[in-house]
């Protein structure tokens, strides 16, 4: 329910509502309306940076947990031995400057 859209909606109803009588209880039924209007907005990009925020998170740790398999290493191999000498090399320097990168 939290990677949808659906959930910035019901988030922001529930704003909405809560807006519109807390209010109601002081002002005119136009004055609630827009203001319970400018809640929905808020709470829909609220809602947006919310679920924004737990992909991100969610993708950080599933990045971190990923390992070759033993086919993926054999394609690995594969591919390394195709490459010459010179283009080894600058693979494996790639390789030390994404895992320097990586540590910092």
């Known amino acids: 329910m939290v990677s949808t859209w659906k959930f910035n909606v019901i988030f922001a109803l529930f ?5 519109f009588f807390s209010s109601l209880l002081q002002n005119s039924v136009w004055t609630s309306m827009i203001r319970s209007l400018i809640a929905f907005v808020v709470f829909f990009v609220f809602a947006f940076i919310i679920r924004w925020m737990t992909a991100f998170i969610q993708k950080d740790a599933s990045v971190q947990n990923m390992s070759l398999t033993p086919s993926d290493e054999m394609e690995v191999e594969q591919m ?3 490459l010459d000498e010179e283009e ?3 693979v494996a320097e790639y390789i030390r400057q994404l895992l320097r990168q990586e540590e910092k």
Do not use: L, P
């Open 15 to 19: 704003g909405c509502i809560v807006a």
């Open 80 to 82: 390394i031995e195709s």
């Open 88 to 90: 080894q090399q600058k």
